[in-house]
């Protein structure tokens, strides 16, 4: 099974990476920003949980060279368990990448600032999607914890995404360390497609001011699967 094989392979490429990386420059590529105007300066759009029928607010908009994503999250009423907002790039076109390839990287940066202790933020990319999978649930996805009250950097190790995750939690099913074929898989990474960031699972007010997403750990040989 070749392509079995290929993401065997590439869960081991993401086994090394660290669970922080330092450093500035030819190791970190810039993802997203808002305040460049160039090519990371990318198109938002909001999405709630009203699409599934449940009550949650949210909004994201850009200020003074940051990203603001703020609302509430509430209980879905037929679910009696809380939803989600998000907001996710929604540039990405037919034979046109949105973002540069990142396979060569090991981790996800999120310079972000939260204004209080919500523990429901997720942060996911692409548009994988498991034979097995939920129904809503697209893309690899992950948990992260921004700094609160100052701006700081969330490191996500790529092999702590999976494609196989709840779509009423946002939290993992199976994980990438529990089996390969969940892993971001080097044609993923290659073209990212979207990126998003989400409040979900977690009951709660939302003030999330992002500053960048950059690839960080990213050596100069690109890996090619």
């Keep these: 099974m070749p392509h079995l094989a290929s993401r065997v392979a590439w869960a081991a490429v993401?086994?090394?990476?660290?669970?922080?990386?330092?450093?500035?420059?030819?190791?970190?590529?810039?993802?997203a920003d808002f305040a460049s105007g160039g090519?990371?300066?990318?198109?938002?759009?909001?999405?709630?949980?009203?699409?599934?029928?449940?009550?949650?607010t949210g909004t994201f908009h850009v200020e003074g060279n940051v990203g603001v994503f703020d609302g509430e999250v509430v209980d879905v009423p037929f679910l009696k368990a809380p939803g989600f907002i998000k907001?996710?790039?929604?540039?990405a076109a037919p034979f046109r990448r949105a973002f540069p390839d990142i396979s060569h990287c090991k981790a996800i940066a999120v310079e972000a600032k939260s204004a209080n202790h919500y523990?429901?933020?997720?942060?996911?990319?692409?548009?994988?999607?498991?034979?097995?999978?939920?129904?809503?649930?697209?893309?690899?996805?992950?948990a992260f914890s921004p700094a609160?009250?100052?701006?700081?950097?969330?490191?996500?190790?790529l092999n702590s995404f999976t494609d196989y995750w709840d779509d009423a939690t946002g939290q993992p099913?199976?994980?990438?360390?529990d089996?390969?074929?969940?892993?971001?898989?080097?044609?993923?990474?290659?073209?990212?497609?979207?990126?998003?960031?989400?409040?979900?699972?977690?009951?709660?007010?939302?003030?999330?001011e992002l500053k960048t997403v950059k690839?960080?750990?990213?050596?100069?040989?690109?890996?090619?699967l």
């Design 14 to 31: 993401l086994a090394a990476a660290p669970c922080a990386v330092a450093g500035v420059g030819a190791d970190e590529i810039l993802l």
């Design 39 to 56: 090519a990371t300066e990318h198109t938002w759009q909001q999405m709630n949980d009203p699409v599934m029928g449940g009550r949650s």
């Design 87 to 91: 907001a996710s790039t929604n540039d």
């Design 119 to 142: 523990s429901g933020f997720f942060f996911s990319f692409g548009r994988a999607h498991p034979t097995e999978g939920k129904t809503f649930a697209f893309g690899y996805k992950a």
């Design 148 to 157: 609160v009250g100052e701006f700081g950097e969330a490191v996500i190790p």
């Design 173 to 177: 099913i199976r994980r990438c360390a």
């Design 179 to 208: 089996d390969a074929k969940y892993c971001p898989t080097g044609n993923a990474l290659k073209d990212v497609r979207t990126i998003s960031v989400w409040a979900e699972g977690t009951a709660g007010r939302v003030h999330l």
């Design 215 to 224: 690839a960080v750990g990213c050596e100069g040989t690109e890996i090619f």
